[in-house]
Structure formats: C-alpha cells, structure tokens
C-alpha cells in the first residue's frame, strides 16, 4: 500500500509464517518529482535480555529516483533510539544513514542496527513498539515493531 501523505503508520501481519508489514510514508513530490518513495518492511525487536536496552531491526526500501537519509528514530518506549553503523565488526553511533535511489537501508543482526536506550518498560514478546522513523526529505514514518523471542531469525533473511 503506497500513500503520499507523511505519517502513515505501517502495521503487521503474518503471512505464511512471515512477517509482512505494509504501508509507506514520502514526500508530497513522491514519484512526481522522481523523489523518494519510501516503504519498510520486516520490523521487529527481539525480546530484550537487559531491562534498559534493547535492539531493533527493519528493512527502509526507496523505489525513488533520489536518495534520502534517516535522521533519527524516536519511540515513547524508551529514552532515546540511536542508530548504528556497523562497519568491518565495528559498530557506531551515526546522526544519519543513507536510503539510496532504487535501493535498501538494511538493518539486521551483525549489521546496521537501532538501539534502544533507557527502557520504560521491558518489552516482551508479543507485544509491538511504535516507533517513528524521520527523514531527511521524505515524511515521517510511524511503524508498529512486533516483539518476537530473543533468538528469533526472520524468514525474511533480512
């Protein structure tokens, strides 16, 4: 489902035992413009072992002519969400990361991740998160995290 209006909140749903979430934010130039066209798919966070900090992960995918970055992420379920980079096994905090024209941002285990900082509650699983992820161009996009265990890997693979 694609909507040219900021804010749309993307939901879950299984299908076939995979997790599949639809829904999209963008620009009002959307496609018009050959700006970006923003969608995300397989988010979730595995059951957190620690009470302050916790993970998360999401596929951004940019059917778009032109580039946008992810700014920050915010969610009431924690203090602060950061994203990092993780860059030969090195990790790091980053202000932005590229979603590139045509292309993915990918956030998975081992590699670019969300972390998330000063728990207000432990999650667990079953539960969802709302998250709100903010671009550099595009709208912001709101997306309900489903909790899964902590060993969870996504038939998706990411």
Do not use: W
Not at 30 to 45: F, I
Request: charged share 15%; glycine share 14%; net charge neutral.
């Amino acid at each position: 489902m694609r909507r040219r209006t900021a804010g749309a909140i993307v939901t879950a749903g299984a299908v076939t035992g995979a997790l599949l979430l639809t829904g999209c934010g963008g620009s009002a130039s959307g496609s018009e413009g050959g700006g970006p066209e923003l969608s995300v798919s397989a988010a979730y966070m595995p059951q957190p072992v620690s009470d302050s900090m916790a993970a998360g992960f999401l596929t951004i995918t940019n059917k778009g002519g032109a580039q946008d970055e992810l700014t920050s992420v915010t969610s009431a379920a924690a203090g602060s969400v950061t994203v990092h980079e993780t860059t030969g096994g090195a990790m790091r905090e980053v202000d932005r990361l590229a979603v590139p024209a045509h292309g993915r941002l990918v956030f998975r285990t081992g590699g670019d991740h969300l972390m998330f900082d000063m728990l207000k509650r432990k999650p667990e699983q079953g539960q969802t998160v709302l998250v709100e992820l903010h671009f550099a161009t595009s709208g912001d996009i709101k997306v309900e995290m489903p909790v899964k265990s902590a060993t969870y890997n996504p038939a998706t693979g990411h």
